[in-house]
């Protein structure tokens, strides 16, 4: 068995794989590159298998129909034989001295039960447009090198989240979980970063800038423009999130479940930013049946995400409160520099 596996979901992306693929293939022959061609028309496939001529035993490609991001990873979680999973986007990549540190502590992981369920480390964002980057780590949150379960997780601050690129789980963990992402739809990655989290019962926070998250393409899902054109998709996600759990009655654990709620209202307040920035009547429509569905659904749920503070002044009505939150929008991307 493969300590770590790797699925690099790949569409149209001979501009930038090679880069990806040569930070991956330096883990060694422990580790498994998939590389997940979805559909491309380019020179995708061709480069990965010139990887695979190099390095036979380390990268694997699949090549499947077009079924976007989240049919590329759930390939991966597929054919994955390594006893840990990892995606990584085919325009980003590893720092090395990172990712030696990270085979180490899988590698010393015991071949039984008691492995670590999960691995959290920390990721670069590389900001193209004035080349600067924003490390997001977690010393605030969790113990740092050691393992630890849930109970001794502490706040986050506003701008924090655990996302996918932080987070390399046990292979077993997501696949116990029934994780299976929807098909042509953007922003998947956030239901990799959540579903799984009851069936976690062991973490160790790695100190280490694994993860380089580069920021600047056009095309890329998180530009305002695209999220706002995109919106349905982000819309049938937070539903997708919200609809696996009752977060008070399935989820023991008072800090998990604290956390969970707290993406879930994330979720919901992205979604709401981006109706409201459209500015159509159509899409502001939307945002009354969204609260609707979350009431409809889990009334405690609709509580907590509706007094929160940004979901509470997003609510403020008329052209004042959109005006409100087009200028808080514009501070907040300067702020936390998403987008």
């Known amino acids: 068995m493969k300590v770590l596996s790797i699925a690099v979901p790949s569409y149209n992306s001979q501009d930038y794989l ?3 693929l040569d930070s991956l293939v330096t883990g060694g022959t422990d580790v498994e590159v998939i590389v997940v061609d979805d559909g491309s028309s380019d020179r995708t496939a061709e480069i990965a298998r010139g990887y695979i001529e190099r ?3 380390i990268v694997r490609l699949e090549q499947k129909p077009n079924g976007g991001h989240g049919s590329a990873v759930n390939k991966g979680l597929e054919v994955a034989t390594g006893r840990y999973f990892k995606v990584v986007d ?3 990549w590893f720092d090395q001295d990172a990712y030696a540190e990270v085979m180490e502590l899988l590698r010393s992981q015991p071949d039984d039960d008691t492995a670590l369920d999960l691995v959290i480390v920390n990721y670069v964002y590389e900001y193209k447009y004035n080349d600067t980057t924003n490390v ?5 949150v969790f113990p740092v090198n050691r393992r630890f379960t849930w109970d001794e997780m502490r706040f986050f601050r506003v701008s924090q989240f655990l996302l996918m690129h932080s987070m390399i789980y046990r292979t077993d963990r997501l696949r116990l979980c029934g994780l299976q992402l929807p098909e042509h739809t ?3 990655d956030n239901i990799v970063a959540y579903q799984p989290l009851p069936l976690v019962r062991s973490v160790h926070y790695l100190d280490v800038d694994l993860y380089r998250y580069f920021i600047g393409r056009p095309d890329q899902s998180v530009n305002m423009d695209n999220m706002i054109k995109r919106i349905d998709q982000q819309l ?3 539903r997708i999130m919200l609809y696996m759990y009752h977060l008070r009655r399935d989820i023991a654990n008072r800090h998990l ?7 879930l209202s994330m979720m919901v307040s992205i979604a709401v ?3 409201i920035l459209s500015n159509t009547e159509e899409n502001l429509k939307k945002i009354d049946q969204l609260w609707k569905d979350i009431k409809d659904y889990d009334l405690r749920t609709y509580t907590v995400l509706r007094t929160s503070l940004l979901n509470a002044a997003l609510a403020m009505p008329g052209r004042g409160g959109r005006y409100i939150t087009r200028k808080t929008y514009m501070v907040a991307r300067k702020i936390y520099k998403f987008n």
């Open 257 to 263: 479940r604290r956390y969970m709620y707290r993406y």
């Open 55 to 57: 390095y036979p035993e």
């Open 90 to 92: 085919s325009d980003d």
């Open 18 to 20: 090679a880069t990806c």
């Open 136 to 140: 997001i780590s977690y010393r605030n």
């Open 273 to 275: 930013i981006h109706l």
């Open 186 to 188: 953007f922003y998947v």
């Open 236 to 238: 049938r996600v937070t």
